[in-house]
C-alpha cells in the first residue's frame, strides 16, 4: 500500500523568510511524486514534480524540492516566502497509471 | 499546457435532487479521469477512477449508485451526486491524465466544485 505523511499540520513563517514543509512517502518501488497548493475555496496546483533524474527538482513560484530515497522524503522548500503563499500544501504520490494518494495538507500562514 | 475545466464551480440544491458536475479536458484527450472529495479540514479522497467507454471504478465505501459517473467522450466525464443529502456537502475535484501527450504523468486538476445541499 502507498501512502504519504505531512506531519505538520500548520506552519507560520514571516514574510521574507525560508520554508521547508515535509513529506515523507511509503511505497515498494520508485514513486512519482508531487506537490499541489490549493488556496482557498480554490483547485489544486501543480507546483512540481518529480519522475525520475535529477533529485532536486525546480517548481513554479520559486519553490523547489528535494527527492531523497534513503528518507522516503521529498520535502518541499522556497529561500524566501511572499505573502501569497499562504495556502494549503498537498504532497503526492501515484506508481505512475494509477491512483494519486494524498498527504493530509500543510497549512502555510505567512505573518507580515 | 494541459487544461481541466469544472463545471459549475458551485452549487446548492435542495435535500432529495441530484446536481451533475463536468469536468472536461480542453486541450488534451483524457481516457482516464479521476474524481476526489475533499472534507473539511482534510486531504483529498478518492472516489472513483473514470474510464471513457467503460464503467467507472468505485473505491471502497463509495456508494456507486449514489455517485453516477459517466465518461462518454475523450473529454468529458460528469459526477451526478443522486438523492443528495446535506452529508454529500462537500468539495468535488476532477483531475485528468493526457495519456498520449508527454506529460501522462501529469495529473491536472480542475477548479473543483463546491456543493452545499439544505
Known amino acids: 500500500a502507498q501512502s504519504v505523511t505531512q506531519p505538520d499540520i500548520h506552519i507560520t513563517v514571516s514574510e521574507g523568510a525560508s520554508l521547508e514543509l515535509r513529506c515523507n512517502y511509503s511505497?515498494?518501488?520508485?514513486?512519482?511524486l508531487f506537490w499541489y497548493v490549493q488556496s482557498p475555496g480554490q483547485g489544486l496546483q501543480l507546483l512540481l514534480k518529480y519522475f525520475s533524474g535529477d533529485t532536486l527538482v525546480q517548481g513554479i513560484k520559486g519553490f523547489e524540492a528535494e527527492f531523497k530515497r534513503s528518507q522516503s522524503s521529498f520535502n518541499l522548500r522556497k529561500p524566501s516566502v511572499h505573502w501569497s503563499d499562504a495556502a494549503e500544501y498537498f504532497c503526492a504520490l501515484t506508481g505512475g497509471y494509477q491512483k494519486v494518494t494524498f498527504g493530509t495538507g500543510t497549512k502555510l500562514q505567512v505573518i507580515p | 499546457g494541459a487544461v481541466v475545466s469544472q463545471h459549475p464551480s458551485w452549487v446548492i440544491c435542495k435535500s432529495g435532487t441530484s446536481v451533475k458536475i463536468e469536468c472536461r479536458s480542453l486541450?488534451?484527450?483524457?481516457?482516464?479521469m479521476f474524481w476526489y472529495r475533499q472534507f473539511p479540514k482534510k486531504s483529498l479522497m478518492l472516489m472513483a477512477t473514470?474510464?471513457?467507454?467503460?464503467?467507472?471504478?468505485?473505491e471502497q465505501g463509495v456508494e456507486k449508485d449514489k455517485f453516477l459517473i459517466n465518461h462518454a467522450s475523450l473529454t468529458l466525464s460528469t459526477l451526478t451526486v443522486t438523492s443528495a443529502h446535506p452529508e454529500d456537502s462537500s468539495f468535488y475535484i476532477c483531475?485528468?491524465?493526457?495519456?498520449?501527450?508527454?506529460?501522462?504523468?501529469?495529473?491536472?486538476f480542475g477548479s473543483g466544485t463546491r456543493l452545499t445541499v439544505v
Open positions: 473514470s474510464n471513457e467507454g467503460s464503467k467507472a471504478t468505485y
Open positions: 486541450d488534451f484527450q483524457a481516457t482516464t
Open positions: 511505497y515498494g518501488a520508485t514513486p512519482y
Open positions: 483531475s485528468a491524465r493526457d495519456s498520449t501527450g508527454q506529460d501522462k504523468y501529469g495529473y491536472t
